[in-house]
């Protein structure tokens, strides 16, 4: 099932599919493009389903400063 376009998880999959080499992200010298988000958070959310998560349940997280702070607050789609 896609993403809605009007929420973050449609603008980011509208990216992807569209300019997945643009820069999504510029922190401190590090940059990570659309499509290496996208590869990140899939990731992320398949090893949460792993651990027997599902979709639409609550997760805890512990955010740092940095790139994967964003990518953390991303998987719930």
Known sequence: MK?????IPGVVAR???T???KVF?????ETLTYRAFD????RYAHGLAA????????????LDNSMTCV???HISR
Do not use: W
């Open 15 to 17: 990216a992807v599919a």
């Open 71 to 73: 990518n953390d607050m």
């Open 25 to 29: 992200l510029d922190f401190e010298g």
């Open 39 to 42: 590869l990140l958070s899939n």
């Open 51 to 62: 651990l027997g998560l599902r979709a639409g349940q609550p997760v805890a997280v512990m």
């Open 3 to 7: 993403p809605p376009l009007d929420t």
């Open 19 to 21: 300019v997945p080499d």
